[in-house]
C-alpha cells in the first residue's frame, strides 16, 4: 500500500509540473524576486533568491534554466 500511494504522489507531482495550475502560471510569470517583495513583514528569509539554479517560465515548454 505504501509503495501505490509513492507511486501516486510521484505521478500527480509529474501532471502538476506538465500542467501546473493557472495560478502558479501567474506567480512564476512574475519571477522569485518580485513574488517575494509581496510576501508579509518578517518573511523576507523565507527564500534566497541568490540561491539554486536560475529558472524562467516558458509557456508550453514549462521550466526552462535561464542564460544569466
Not at 19 to 39: C, K, M, Y
Amino acid at each position: 500500500m505504501r509503495h501505490e500511494l509513492k507511486r501516486r504522489q510521484r505521478q500527480e507531482l509529474l501532471r502538476s509540473l506538465q500542467e501546473p495550475h493557472p495560478d502558479s502560471i501567474i506567480s512564476a510569470e512574475l519571477g522569485l524576486e518580485t513574488w517575494s517583495q509581496g510576501l508579509p513583514a518578517g518573511d523576507h528569509n523565507l527564500l534566497d533568491p541568490s540561491a539554486g539554479v536560475p529558472l524562467h517560465w516558458v509557456r508550453e515548454k514549462g521550466w526552462q534554466e535561464s542564460d544569466a
